[in-house]
């Protein structure tokens, strides 16, 4: 198994405009990573960086997850390619709404192909490929993330059992391949715009997403 351990490096009190939070910082360890893209070689070792924001009482009852993957494009610049920036603050609002839940933000960009892929990705994309079509040209994955990092998290916080804000079955899977429980699955449908219409589409036609 290439992921190893998980240690919490920070726990510091975090205001937002959503509410109020602490910000815990976390550095995971992964070993023998293999490459998501065939002509990168394998790390011996590598460290992934994630964050987790949480509001309230976690352990009375299933808190409301979500795991973020960050999009710098859409987080940042509020892009319009894509939906990550309205999920991102459906979640954040979601959480202040139960006064409880833990948002974790995963540096897994582009699905876990780096920035600089993301961008090629999207110059293919202006040229007509779909969102999997261009990964596949340039060599990756559909999708490169792997939830044992946020799995680990979630148990270090001492939960094992999620409500979890998604609209990927994938995701929902994976999180229970590494020991987390989905007792209920949130939606996190958000209003579509013209400019990821189709990006919104290939979610939901080639990767199985449970919107529209
Ligand atoms: N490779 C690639 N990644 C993208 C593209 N657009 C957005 N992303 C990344 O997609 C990730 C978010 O994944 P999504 O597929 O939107 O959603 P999800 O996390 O699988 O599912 P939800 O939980 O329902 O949001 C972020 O890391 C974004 O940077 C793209 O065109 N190509
Ligand atoms: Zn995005």
Redesign the pocket.
Known sequence: MPFTSVKKVADADFPTRWGHFRILGFQGIFDNSSPCNDSAPSTPTRTEDAVALVMGEIHSAPPIV??????????VFHSL????RQ?LELALSTIAEAGTGILLY?Q??????G?M??LR??EL?DQGLD?IE??LELG?K????EFELPAAILRQLGVTSVR?????P??VEALEQAGIKVTERIS??VPTEPTNER?LKT?REK?G???G
């Open positions: 979500r795991i973020h993957s960050q999009c710098l494009t859409g987080d390619r894509c939906d990550c999920q995963e897994q960009e582009g699905r876990g192909i920035l892929a993301k990705a999207y994309q969102t261009a990964n990756y559909a999708d490169c993330r979890l804000i998604t609209n990927n994938a995701k996190a449908e990006y979610k990767m997403h449970l919107v």
